[in-house]
């Protein structure tokens, strides 16, 4: 099993800045690649941003040149730096992390969500 503890959600005003962590825990012997989605009330969840173990990076267009995703291989942790946050990124962000238990295993897991919310 797998664990994902995230972290750095909340309120802030358009034009603001936060961070969120997403740290894995727990039966990994490797991490292919992590990532960060959101969902809205009343829509669906979306892709925000993708990172691999490697650095590969993919962004959704409405968070590019505002949103920067790093990884930390030795920590199994993953951040999200948000800036310039509008209104319409208020969401319920979840970390998701695709990884190997066992050299053989290969699996899939969420994080329970942070909320950030955007508003003056």
């Known amino acids: 099993q797998v664990q994902l503890v995230e972290s750095g959600g909340g309120l802030v005003q358009p034009g603001g800045s936060l961070r969120l962590s997403c740290a894995a825990s727990?039966?990994?012997?490797?991490?292919?690649?992590m990532g960060w989605y959101r969902q809205a009330p009343g829509k669906e969840r979306e892709l925000v941003a993708t990172?691999?173990?490697?650095?590969?990076?993919n962004y959704a267009d409405s968070v590019k040149g505002r949103f920067t995703i790093n990884i930390d291989n030795a920590k199994n942790t993953m951040y999200l730096e948000m800036n310039s946050l509008k209104p319409e990124d208020t969401a319920t962000y979840y970390c998701?992390?695709?990884?190997?238990?066992?050299?053989?295993?290969?699996?899939?897991?969420w994080g329970q969500g942070t909320q950030v919310i955007v508003s003056s």
């Open positions: 998701n992390v695709d990884l190997r238990e066992t050299r053989w295993i290969r699996s899939n897991y």
């Open positions: 727990g039966s990994i012997f490797s991490i292919n690649a």
């Open positions: 990172i691999s173990s490697g650095g590969s990076r």
